[in-house]
């Protein structure tokens, strides 16, 4: 008896432990919405280890650029010139000294880099975003398409029913009952394609957002976009994009280096001091030795430095000038797209689907009432189905080029 409390008081501190050192999960959802998928996605460690390490780098390098070269130590000893015993010796301690300026334009060149990395994060940040509510749209889109197909198949026990009724009264044929069960086939065919559908981009997603494998609660949102904001207001935004900001100081980094290098005409100057002493055997004497040594820039000037830096600030400034063009071309499409096929929607809703529930009442009236065949019944079963699938296409083109319009102002969300 005291051998098992001694176990049990032991194994209570212990499980104690284990649990409060239990690794934490993801969190749990009833439903994701579109902003906790971005989050999460955004929140990954090793998204933050690669925006740290690109900048990290780019620090490095900048320390390097502003670092002054080593200093240099030397010695000397020479023997013999002023007879047998006669001996020098130099100790001499020199540093090479940046008089002009290159060093400092460079530091602040590399410095304008770090930013271009920083930028650099910034736009892989909204590329990701954009991923992750592509594939989180795609994914309610298959979820409301199973929707609507489960409803068309539950629709199925209604036709049966009525078959069956007839059946009974001698109005329908075995026919009747052979071509709805293959109907019906093909509905749980088409659901399972669907459910398949579904769960290849459940996976997706979850791999964006760091939960591959895990089980990911639905999605809850709205398929369709809001409503755009004016298109002069776009615009003027474009100059704030990630992508362009880092042209712009790829450009200034360039011009950086070519105001360094545009000085190469001024040589570094080295400067060394040092103690010098004489023995001739006799008595011993003590000097300071000064020495002063120039390049002569006679051949190399940093010519090719500057010219590199001119071609990088006239590619980097071109580059903007396209993408900007390209952009601002991107963006007035993408408008009106986004705004016709809102429209669209819209109407195709109000005038195609709404009307779907009055059609299938009347065509299963006709039918019971020996005013049409299966098939035509069947035939606006499927019509209702057709036009919800084509409501919810629409509705994905549109949410498609909104996602795209927002990836190019450069905002997350709506």
Known sequence: MRHLLCMVSLALPLAAWAQTNTPQSAPQY????EADAVRLGLARSDLSSLERGSVEVAEADALAAGLPPNPTLGYSRDGGRRGADATEQTWLIAQTFDVSGRRGLRREAAGVRVDVAS???A???KE??????????EVLLKQET????????????RVEGIVDKLARSGEASGYDRRRLARERQTAQARLSVEQADLERAHERLAALIGTPGAPLAPVSGVLPPAGLPALDQALGGLERRPDLQALARRAEAADLDGRAASRGWVPDITVGVGPKYTDNGVGRDTSTVVTLSIPLPVFDRQQAGARRAIADALSARSEYALIRARAEGDLRGLHRQVERLSTAVADYRTRAVAGSAELLRIAEAAYQGGESTLLELLDAYRGALDAEITAL??????RQARIEYDLLTGSVTE
């Open 30 to 33: 009833r439903s994701l919405t």
């Open 119 to 121: 930028v650099g994060n």
């Open 123 to 125: 736009q892989r940040r």
């Open 128 to 137: 990701i975003a954009a991923e992750i509510r592509y594939r989180f749209h």
């Open 146 to 157: 199973i929707s609507s197909t489960e409803a068309w198949t539950r629709r199925f026990a």
């Open 393 to 398: 296409d629409l509705e994905w083109k549109a």
